[in-house]
């Protein structure tokens, strides 16, 4: 199985959490500019890495929203 790219990995977490990019940033604590950075594919001058501080605060995002989701549809 091949690896998801940063840039899928972000795009699939937007996807799920249903917000724009900046809404993803605020949530997270990222600045949207660095978040636009992340994003960018791997062969962009403007591409950064994530580091793992990023990456673990988008996964905490994650993580809640599917808690709030497997509430919200036990109680429905």
Excluded: C
Excluded at 28 to 55: C, D, H, W
């Amino acid at each position: 199985m091949e690896e998801q790219t940063q840039q899928e990995y972000l795009k699939a977490v937007k996807t799920e959490l249903g917000v724009e990019w900046d809404r993803l940033a605020e949530l997270a604590g990222i600045a949207p500019r660095a978040l636009k950075t992340y994003r960018m594919p791997v062969e962009s001058k403007n591409y950064r890495g994530m580091s793992q501080f990023v990456r673990d605060a988008i996964e905490r995002v994650l993580q809640e929203h599917r808690r709030r989701m497997k509430k919200a549809s036990k109680s429905a």
